[in-house]
């Protein structure tokens, strides 16, 4: 997406054809910092410490990450000892082990000597196929904000708030929640985006914002807890968020206080829509609640806020006493009763077995 007057995407490969660049998304919005990386050690700490993060990019990353292990050592051993590297950086989006799993059995599957070069090819077919499966959810998500659209008085804009970042940052280019919102800025039907700030790590504060600001698109940051009020108040027409794992039933794990969001939603009968790209369906999964791994995070990114000083100094504050202990679950998990549908690369699915299932025939009904 633009940056300026400039095109990004969220990563791509050095002009050395071996390191793997990155914008690293710990500086914005204050910094636009670009890091480079050449080992799978550095690609795993990019992910875990979220200097990449998203869904869909931590699986693209990661796909980098195995390429880059071939560069050292292309050996069977070599890449299973990647993959783990790689697989225990962050445990609940389901692209990471999806990623990792296609680069491994696509490489295992060629001599030692051929499995660099294919291994790019791989990551650089991964990254494109990202960008398209956005494209595709912008297209399907724009008819709901059309229809909304007609709803409302001329001029009027359709009013759309998101929880934390589903944007092109999220991904390598163009987002999944906010997809829908590009294409219907393009396309000139008004739009206005209530941004959740998303604590602890404000990816909506930091990131969204910068993304929406960047665009020219308008919006708004609001606390994280206001969002009910707002729907109370007819002040929302509809929600979209992404999700870092939905089950084969629907239910869908997306950044801590995405349910919140969900049940104000059904309580004040406001739309809740959820972006994805088929490879965050989990088909081993059905109850969402009882089997995604919940990422526990530092407590440390409760207790402290990063900013920029009066003196423009980016640096870390702390918010709360010293001594006191935080508790940082990043994700939970919105049943699919919550959710008014699933805007996928190919249509809008109900969040159910069968709607997911009608769209996926090839996919659904696989055994756990
Ligand atoms: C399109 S996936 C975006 C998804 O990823 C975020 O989590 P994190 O920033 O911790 O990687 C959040 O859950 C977003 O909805």
């Not at 799978?40 to 990449?52: E, G, N």
């Not at 807890?225 to 629907?250: F, K, P, Y």
């Not at 980016?314 to 998990?333: C, E, G, H, Y």
Request: proline share 6%; aromatic share 6%; net charge negative.
């Amino acid at each position: 997406m633009k940056v300026g007057d400039r095109h990004f995407r969220t990563i791509w490969l050095n002009e050395d054809g071996q390191s793997v660049d990155i914008i690293d998304q710990r500086w914005l919005p204050h910094d636009f910092r670009v890091a480079t990386l050449a080992s799978v050690d550095q690609t795993a700490v990019a992910i875990r410490d979220m200097w990449v993060r998203g869904a869909p990019l931590i699986g693209v990353t990661a796909a980098y990450g195995m390429a880059l292990q071939t560069l050292a050592d292309p050996s069977d051993e070599a890449l299973d000892a990647a993959y783990e590297l790689l697989h225990e950086t962050r445990p609940t989006a389901i692209n990471l082990r999806w990623a990792l799993d296609t680069m491994r059995a696509h490489l295992k599957a060629l001599p030692p000597e051929e499995r660099r070069a294919a291994a790019y090819a791989k990551a650089a077919e991964l990254a494109d196929e990202d960008v398209e499966l956005s494209r595709a959810i912008g297209r399907n998500g724009l008819e709901v904000i059309r229809r909304i659209a007609e709803t409302k008085k001329p001029g009027e804009p359709v009013n759309i708030l998101t929880h934390c970042n589903a944007g092109w940052l999220a991904t390598v280019d163009y987002g999944t929640a906010t997809a829908p919102i590009y294409l219907a800025a393009e396309a000139g039907i008004p739009v206005h985006v209530y941004v959740d700030e998303t604590r602890p790590r404000n990816q909506g504060a930091y990131l969204t914002a910068w993304e929406m600001a960047g665009h020219g698109i308008s919006h708004t940051l609001i606390v994280d807890n206001a969002g009910g009020h707002l729907m109370q108040h007819g002040e929302i027409d509809m929600v979209i968020v992404g999700t870092d794992r939905t089950t084969a039933d629907g239910d869908v794990c997306n950044k801590i206080g995405t349910y919140l969001k969900a049940l104000a939603a059904r309580d004040n009968n406001v739309p809740f829509y959820v972006g994805l790209p088929s490879p965050t369906i989990d088909w081993t999964v059905r109850d969402g609640v009882r089997e995604i791994p919940i990422e526990e995070r530092p407590g440390e990114e409760v207790s402290s806020v990063w900013g920029r000083t009066e003196g423009g100094e980016i640096a870390q504050v702390r918010v709360s006493p010293d001594l006191t202990p935080a508790r940082n679950p990043a994700f939970d998990v919105t049943p699919a009763r919550l959710i008014t549908g699933l805007i996928t690369e190919r249509g809008i699915a109900e969040a159910s077995p069968e709607g997911i299932a009608r769209l996926f025939p090839e996919k659904a009904g696989r055994s756990p």
